[in-house]
């Protein structure tokens, strides 16, 4: 929603509207989501190739986020979500980031959401666990789901409040990192003189050097703009009803696929809990799919790349 109010904010304040700063916050949250899915896609077109790339899709995006915000950090002052709506980071006093401010942003915009990722999904198995009574869970695991959840609620309060103040001008940071950072978001100062990239190419005014640059950052905004689309599009899309849609026929059954009909394919019983694995089809004990994935993240029939919290539980309507 913010996204959309965004698009249409006057831009004539001297501070960036409430919108603007959700909206880049909500870009920013998209860039790991998409690049998960993209990860998946490359698997599931060749398994053998990109395995290890879901397998370590989280590591590798740390890698390329930290790149993709420190080149934005050095260039424009800004995250890529912030340079993407016209917004740039400065001190409390109107100074541009220092050296202390730059490493900073960089613990708050990497470092930290990466192990946000890792510690929402191994709280997120504990709850999994939590839920069924075959699976143990300690004491510890118990507390570490009570702390996640008031830390999570804590977090939303404190920004809530932070927003309020910034409405009122009590504050002029706009986020809780940004005033424990002492910085704050203005509008990025370009000067009017300068010319845009698609102005310079079509004048044969750029070096290869300043058109190799150029065409990166303008098809890494185009991406995001076309991110943004697709989050507003499914957004306005998510009413429609499944029981419209076509009946899908299941696929044939591999040479597998028999052996272990009516039996979970690890403890070769009667299925406890039944549970399939969506990334491959077939159907195990809750317990069996759960630990085998906690040791190895792949399907145990197909070896396809999968996790724990892929499973999706079975009801039995009779």
């Not at 980071?89 to 730059?102: D, M």
């Not at 927003?163 to 000067?191: D, E, F, G, I, W």
């Not at 070096?207 to 957004?235: C, H, K, P, Y």
Request: aromatic share 14%; glycine share 4%; proline share 6%.
């Amino acid at each position: 929603m913010a996204a959309n109010v965004a698009h249409y904010t006057a831009t004539i304040e001297t501070e960036p509207s409430i919108f603007e700063v959700i909206a880049q916050q909500s870009l920013n949250s998209l860039l790991h989501p998409a690049f998960h899915k993209f990860t998946r896609f490359l698997a599931q077109v060749n398994a053998n190739r990109f395995s290890w790339l879901v397998q370590y899709s989280d590591e590798v995006f740390l890698v390329l986020n930290g790149l993709l915000q420190s080149h934005y950090l050095r260039t424009t002052g800004a995250s890529f979500a912030e340079y993407f709506y016209g917004l740039q980071r400065v001190t409390s006093s109107n100074q541009p980031l220092t050296e202390a401010h730059y490493k900073l942003s960089l613990i708050f915009l990497v470092v930290l959401p990466y192990l946000k990722i890792k510690i929402d999904e191994q709280i997120q198995l504990y709850r999994v666990e939590n839920a069924e009574s075959y699976l143990h869970i300690g004491l510890c695991k118990r507390a570490s789901i009570f702390a996640h959840s008031f830390f999570h609620v804590s977090y939303g309060f404190w920004t809530f409040v932070q927003y309020l103040r910034y409405l009122s001008n009590t504050s002029c940071h706009q986020t809780p990192p940004l005033q424990l950072m002492q910085l704050k978001l203005v509008y990025l100062a370009t000067p009017e003189f300068m010319p845009s990239f698609w102005t310079a190419l079509f004048r044969g005014q750029l070096s290869f050097t300043d058109l190799r640059a150029g065409l990166l950052q303008n098809l890494l905004e185009i991406s995001a703009f076309f991110m943004q689309f697709l989050q507003v599009w499914n957004t306005e899309r998510a009413n429609y009803s499944f029981t419209s849609l076509p009946t899908v026929p299941p696929p044939p059954l591999d040479s597998k696929a028999g052996a272990f009909k009516g039996r979970c394919p690890i403890c070769l019983q009667s299925y406890k809990i039944p549970t399939v694995l969506p990334v491959s089809g077939y159907v195990f004990c809750f317990p069996c799919i759960v630990r085998h994935l906690q040791r190895d993240t792949r399907c145990p029939v197909t070896r396809w790349p999968a996790k724990s919290l892929d499973v999706i539980r079975l009801y039995d309507s009779v």
